[in-house]
């Protein structure tokens, strides 16, 4: 992830091993991760069950907050795909009765169609 692209807060993704370490003693049982991003440090995580916040906290981001979310608690979603002037696309998830959905910035390149499909797949 490039610098400017974290500092304007974009997502791209995250790989394998990282995720791995973090959350090792998190992911119950059956339970896989399907696709990852990273915006500056914090990160949010597309398993087979649920969506996870994770919101790493202070200087040194040694203390983070996991935010659960099981997909059928996701109520909407939407995606804005990048226009001509436009680079980014938007991931909006709306869940519960919150009036204010979760917003995601997604960089030229990365796939958020492929997201989208991830959550119509376990949320629908």
Same mark, same amino acid.
């Not at 909006?92 to 492929?114: C, L, M, Q, R, Y």
């Given at each position: 992830?490039?610098?400017?692209?974290?500092?304007?807060?974009?997502?791209?993704?995250?790989?394998?091993?990282?995720?791995?370490?973090?959350?090792?003693?998190?992911?119950?049982?059956?339970?896989?991760?399907?696709?990852?991003?990273?915006?500056?440090?914090?990160? =949010?995580?597309?398993?087979?069950?649920?969506?996870?916040?994770?919101?790493?906290?202070?200087?040194?981001?040694?203390? !983070?907050?996991?935010?659960?979310?099981?997909?059928?608690?996701?109520?909407? =979603?939407?995606?804005?795909?990048?226009?001509? =002037?436009?680079?980014?696309?938007?991931?909006?998830?709306? !869940?519960?009765?919150?009036?204010?959905?979760?917003?995601?910035? =997604?960089?030229?390149?990365?796939?958020?169609?492929?997201?989208?499909?991830?959550?119509?797949?376990?949320?629908?």
């Amino acid at each position: 992830m490039g610098l400017l692209s974290g500092i304007l807060g974009n997502a791209s993704e995250v790989d394998n091993e990282k995720l791995d370490k973090l959350l090792g003693d998190t992911l119950v049982e059956g339970e896989h991760i399907e696709k990852a991003y990273q915006v500056i440090r914090d990160m =949010f995580v597309f398993s087979n069950k649920r969506l996870l916040l994770i919101d790493k906290q202070g200087v040194t981001g040694s203390k !983070v907050e996991i935010l659960s979310i099981p997909y059928s608690k996701i109520t909407k =979603f939407s995606k804005e795909s990048a226009g001509h =002037f436009d680079l980014d696309s938007e991931l909006k998830i709306w !869940v519960g009765s919150d009036p204010t959905p979760i917003t995601k910035e =997604f960089k030229a390149g990365d796939n958020i169609n492929e997201v989208y499909r991830i959550i119509s797949t376990y949320a629908l």
